[in-house]
């Protein structure tokens, strides 16, 4: 199977290069890079229209394009939101490198905006049901504790949505936290919270472009069936050196940018530490003094250009939080490490080879170095993911795009290394590694066909396999929704024996209908696959939930979506509006039987259950992109449910992150030079919850019981909070050279006593009465400081 994969996708490189020659023929090809003139950092999304042929492209992720045409003269208008327009003159007697630098155009505008997109990209772009919030946007937005995070912003989009305060992750259009695939330059994160999800592992001074992609997913993304949340970090500043950073009330940042070897290269490196630890120890008792809880994490990234058609790239990322005191230590954390090389085979064929290493660990256990003790238990956890992926880019004509690829994914996932020593007998209650492999193959096209209409078509085919050494169990089917008994022994397999595979065909669309200049509808279908999957039967993921693969029991979760949008521009794009109605039908999705126990569990296959889903609803978005109050609102009506055997009598149920109504919006006004004030707000409906039906005593203690069986029967109170910043620049300068600023800010501003859950609990003085406990993580307003400086 794998080596009839290897040919396919062998012949559709062949194919496609050979398209070089043959669409080539009396034309010739103008294509480079366009960066920005302040750091070097290449721009993307950035506009480059033909004026004489009424045609163009725009650039890739790396800031390259291209363009064939017939041979002449011609004028090349490269725009970009928030950049000067530039004109470039070009001679096209044969294929022709053209790369310019672009010059920020924000020391010379009357009015401020928040938006670097081209102008009418979200009218004329066949991408639909994707969200870009910019950097600079996101640093003016009120934060907790008045620090930027890139996480709680895109939580304020329409079909974003979280379970409460302080969850790790986010959730997508009905999706849960495991099904969005987050990369850090193409690497993935499998926890991306630092503080049990009060932060993200994201160093805002590190992060170059953003974007969130809901639905419509091109194909050369796969392995997750909800969403794509994409980060790429900055290359480091290739024009001078550079230092930034910020002093706050929960941690402080600091980055170092570079250029070498003569501007050929660049470098940058970023680093943040916490102290809640350091200010709260004067204020502990002697029995805690000792106790550890923050978080560090190190980002960074360097860039050669080899020759003008080659450039390297390798960055990393390690981060860690430690929690714990005395004798007890707890802790998590990510590294990750990619490596790319662009290079262009000519003009037209564009190539992205990135390899990366991912590992996600957790460890739990008591702080005893010595190792005579004789009461002691350590508890090790990780994922480990490696992979090679190719990516190519052929730019046939101005109206013709193609990708295509493949990737090679491996997993290690160990579960649980495990050992406890009680009275100086010890017990290994590990459980086994899994091991897989995941191969993929894509190719798509974008697609012009006339003025008014295009189109992104594409298919990827994705092939996993559960690999050996391993043991696999069956199980005696018991009473349908309980816990099965496994059969023991189980079947042994070797080293790379293949235990179980899967494969899957993916197919992808989209259509863009221009109705004028300024409006247009767009539709969308793509199917997803994922074979990795997180157990967790709590409320909100934790650090200790446990990732494991595919197996003969547990089957790839799989996604259909459908949506159908309307989008327009008012009074010269000052303003956007947009509508999108959704659909997802969701299968092979994971449910556990009463009492699951999902932790150091060898025959945790036992305990699943599996079921299908569905989400549908209508995002409503409206921007303001210029003047010097800009800002979103955002409404989302949607639901999202479940449906299990066994589980609520066999009827649909909401999910535990279903919420029908949310609501948000975001304000920025600059109200002078030095000063921009900012508000953001949100509304949701309560999350569902289980509660009591009846009750019986047991003597003088009140039991509650769920007699109807019936799950999320019920909700917690709705949630609604409104932020408020104000950031100030510095008159003076830092060191007499650099900038500074200083933003405050107030979370949670009418101090509202958001529920994350409720429980019932009998009344301590009338224990026959049962009363209901709303239990808040955050219940105050928190104000904070922030000083911010750059030079």
Sequence with gaps: MINKLLKTWLCVCLICISLTSSFGQGKQTVSGYVKDASN?????????????????????????????????????????????????????????????????????????????KKDDENVKSIEMSVNKVEMKTIKKMPALFGEVDLVRSIQLLPGVTTVGEGASGFNVRGGDVSQNLVLLDEAPVYNSSHLFGFFSVFNPDAVKDVKLIKGGIPAQYGGRISSILDVRMKEGNSKKREINGGLGTIFSRLTYEQPFAEGKGSFIVAGRRSYIDVLAKPFLNKDLRDSKFYFYDLTGKVNYQLGDKDTFYASGYFGKDVFGGGDFA?????????????????SKLFMNLTGFYSNYDYSLGQNVNDDSATDKFDWKSKI????????????????????????????????????????????????????????ALYAGNEQKLTDRISLQYGIRYSYFRSLGPGTEYDFIPGKKGERETPVIPGREYGKGDVIKSYGNWEPRF?????????????????????????????AASSPLDVWTLSSSRIAPEKADQVALGWFSNFKENTYEASVEVYYKKLYNQIDYVPGSELLLNSFVEGDLLSGKGRAYGAEFYVKKNKGKLTGWMSYTLSRTERLVETINNDEWFPARFDKPHNFTAVAIYELKKRLSLSANFTFATGT?????????????????????????????????RLDLAATLKSKKKLFGVGEGEWVFSVYNAYNRRNAFSVYTR???????????????????FIPAITYNFKF
Excluded: C
Excluded at 512 to 528: E, H, I, V
């Design 40 to 116: 070097g950092e290449g721009l993307i999304g950035v506009s480059v229209y033909v004026r004489e042929a009424e045609t163009g492209v725009v650039t890739n992720s790396y800031g390259f394009y291209s363009i064939t045409l017939p041979a002449g003269d011609y004028t090349l208008v490269y725009t970009y939101m928030g950049y000067q327009k530039t004109k470039q003159s070009v001679a096209l007697t044969s294929d022709k490198t053209v790369s310019i630098e672009m010059k920020d155009e924000s020391n010379e505008l009357a009015e401020v905006t928040i938006s670097t």
């Design 330 to 346: 707890f802790g998590w954390g990510n590294a990750t490490a990619t490596a790319r090389w662009n290079h262009i085979f000519s």
């Design 384 to 439: 480990i993911s490696t992979s090679i992926k190719p990516d190519f880019t052929y730019y046939l004509t101005p109206n013709n795009q193609i990708t295509f690829g493949g990737q090679y994914i491996r997993y290690d996932s160990r579960p649980g290394t495990a050992t406890a020593i009680s009275e100086g007998e010890e017990t290994n209650i590990s459980q086994e590694p899994r091991y897989g492999d995941e191969w």
């Design 510 to 538: 989209a259509v863009n209908f221009g109705l004028s200049s300024s409006t247009s509808l767009k539709a969308s279908y793509n199917r997803t696959s994922q074979y990795l999957h997180l157990l967790s039967n709590t």
């Design 688 to 720: 569902p919850a289980t509660f009591p039906t009846t009750r019986y005593s047991v003597g003088d203690i009140p039991v509650g019981e769920n007699y109807s069986g019936a799950r999320n029967n019920s909700r917690i109170p709705a949630y609604h």
């Design 762 to 780: 009998a009344n301590p003085d009338t224990p026959l009465r049962t009363e209901a406990i709303r239990y808040s993580v955050i219940g105050s």
